[in-house]
């Protein structure tokens, strides 16, 4: 079956960092997507990872490791704005397969 | 240049009625999948279309289906509506049809069934 698995819940300090990671099982491999998703918003296109490695944007960087079929999201300089629900999706053979999402509070 | 719109953004129906859902992708987006999002499911995959055809379809009932314009509009449409069909459905484009293609996100409709 084809499977993405990450925390329900997590919780950080502002100015702090956070990994959210996440593993998948799915058929064919194409890349693997991490987005944001503000309470009552639409998901937001975060960053993509086809290749193994860290790719850094900024604050956020995105690690991929296609041999263990594992991925990490880590947020640096925590804000409070980086509240939100962060979904991984793995491009598999024919479509996007999401992950249930990961909430994360940022406390002051 | 503006984002995915979908229409309407709040839906009420009752039970056995039929529900008909609107997206308009980015401006030269030409491939448009569709979304159900449930607390508990997460975003699970409907249908994803490109240059009108059907090219995807995820596990759903037939009462779910969809279509997509020669303008690269889309509709999706769900018949003999239940209560478990409450829901953020969220469509979402990219400008071909590529394994490889960013989707971008509408901002979703929210449908509710009495």
């Known amino acids: 079956g084809q499977n993405i698995d990450q925390p329900t819940e997590m919780t950080a300090t502002e100015g702090a960092i956070v990994q959210i990671n996440c593993t998948y099982q799915?058929?064919?491999?194409?890349?693997l997507f991490w987005y944001q998703q503000h309470a009552g918003e639409a998901p937001t296109f975060l960053s993509y990872?086809?290749?193994?490695g860290l790719e850094e944007k900024g604050r956020f960087s995105s690690f991929l490791s296609r041999s263990k079929g594992y991925s990490y999201l880590l947020l640096k300089e925590l804000q409070m704005k980086d509240s939100a629900s962060y979904l991984c999706?793995?491009?598999?053979?024919?479509?996007?397969?999401f992950g249930t999402g990961t909430r994360l509070q940022v406390f002051p | 240049k503006a984002g995915v719109t979908q229409t309407p953004r709040y839906l009420i129906k009752t039970r056995g009625q039929q529900v008909t859902l609107s997206c308009s992708p980015i401006s030269g987006h030409r491939s448009v999948s569709w979304y159900q999002q449930t607390p508990g499911q997460g975003l699970q995959f409907l249908f994803e279309?490109?240059?009108?055809?059907?090219?995807n379809k995820g596990n759903f009932p037939g009462r779910f289906s969809g279509r997509q314009f020669s303008n690269s509009r889309s509709e999706m449409n769900v018949s003999t509506l239940e209560l478990g069909d409450s829901a953020l459905y969220l469509c979402?484009?990219?400008?071909?049809?590529?394994?490889?293609?960013?989707?971008?996100f509408g901002p979703g409709t929210r449908l509710l069934v009495l």
């Open positions: 799915t058929s064919g491999f194409n890349g």
């Open positions: 999706a793995v491009r598999a053979t024919d479509k996007l397969i």
């Open positions: 979402a484009s990219s400008r071909d049809y590529s394994k490889e293609e960013t989707q971008y």
């Open positions: 279309y490109f240059s009108e055809t059907q090219r």
């Open positions: 990872n086809v290749l193994d």
